[in-house]
């Protein structure tokens, strides 16, 4: 779940990630910045542990700083990948 789009004043989009299992989990998150059109202007994610049956957040960064000013809003991919 989005809970910041990232800003030229925080560089970072901040999401919550919910683990559901009864085993921690590593979990990765697919952001895409999109400008005003619509368009995806940067696709990056990250990857956070969350213990079972919690939730936990990541700030993931802007991967080209020069292009913050450009993002309009972001989309999460709503399932986060569990990786193991």
Do not use: W
Not at 51 to 65: I, L
Not at 70 to 84: F, G, K, L, W
């Amino acid at each position: 779940m989005l809970i910041h789009c990232a800003s030229p004043d925080d560089p970072y989009a901040t999401v919550e990630v919910r683990n559901p299992n009864g085993r921690e989990g590593l979990f990765t998150v697919n952001i895409n910045f999109k400008d005003e059109h619509g368009f995806t202007i940067i696709d990056t994610g990250d990857q956070v542990l969350v213990s079972a049956k919690d939730k936990a957040t990541v700030r993931v960064a802007v991967a080209s700083s020069g292009r913050v000013d450009e993002i309009d809003h972001c989309e999460v991919n709503p399932r986060a990948t569990a990786d193991r």
